[in-house]
């Protein structure tokens, strides 16, 4: 059983909180994967991680401000 799922089984943990973790964590990695494929990965193969995370916070800036994006990102923003 991992740290979240102990968390969430809890009695103490009311079920919308733990529906709520639940999206949160869906919406951070689909995110993550949309500023990933705005990467040219080949760009960053020399590059030091302050640089590629300045990146990703950039290309996910991006999605966020997209008009094509999803409702719910306007509900997020990123930060390094």
Not at 8 to 17: A, G, I, K, L, M
Not at 46 to 71: C, F, H, M, Q, Y
Request: charged residues 35%; glycine residues 2%; hydrophobic residues 30%.
């Amino acid at each position: 059983m991992s740290i979240t799922e102990s968390c969430e089984s809890s009695s103490s943990v009311p079920e919308d909180q733990v529906e709520y973790r639940r999206v949160f964590r869906k919406h951070v990695f689909k995110l993550l994967r949309m500023g990933y494929k705005r990467l040219d990965a080949e760009n960053f193969k020399d590059s030091e991680e302050p640089d590629i995370t300045g990146e990703l916070v950039r290309t996910i800036e991006e999605e966020i401000e997209s008009p094509n994006a999803p409702k719910w990102v306007s509900h997020y923003y990123v930060r390094e």
